[in-house]
């Protein structure tokens, strides 16, 4: 059974930092990215992934994070990361790790087959 596991979130103020930890259980994956979402509002892309072995071949962030957040992986430990620096009210959200079988990169939430729970992300002004 495969399982993603989110993990990292929190209450934070304005130019805070966060670090979201998304780990991966049942298989391994090459291609995951992690989307958020606001009440009311669809979810939206915010970074992926794609790897084979040690090597990264893509990353591909939303232009609402781009210099701001890192997408990272640990491949011994089946897990993504998310690193978010100068965080704005604007980022609150739950976040969502995906993972695909493909092996191409999508921004497409029909893209991802797998989803983890979500974990809250708030950003006080």
């Known amino acids: 059974q495969v399982q993603l596991v989110e993990s990292g979130g929190g209450l934070v103020q304005t130019g805070d930092s966060l670090r979201l930890s998304c780990a991966a259980s049942?298989?391994?994956?090459?291609?995951m990215g992690w989307f958020r979402q606001t009440p009311g509002k669809e979810r939206e892309f915010v970074v992926s992934?794609?790897?084979?072995?040690?090597?990264?071949?893509?990353?591909d962030y939303a232009d609402s994070v781009k210099g701001r957040f890192t997408i990272s992986r640990d491949n011994a430990e089946r897990t993504i990361y998310l690193q978010m620096n100068s965080l704005k009210p604007e980022d609150t959200a739950v976040y969502y790790c995906?993972?695909?079988?493909?092996?191409?990169?999508?921004?497409?939430?029909?893209?991802?087959?797998?989803w983890g729970q979500g974990t809250q992300v708030t950003v006080s002004s």
């Open positions: 049942g298989r391994t994956f090459s291609n």
């Open positions: 992934i794609r790897w084979s072995g040690d090597k990264i071949y893509y990353r």
């Open positions: 995906a993972a695909s079988s493909s092996t191409w990169s999508s921004r497409r939430i029909d893209h991802y087959d797998y």
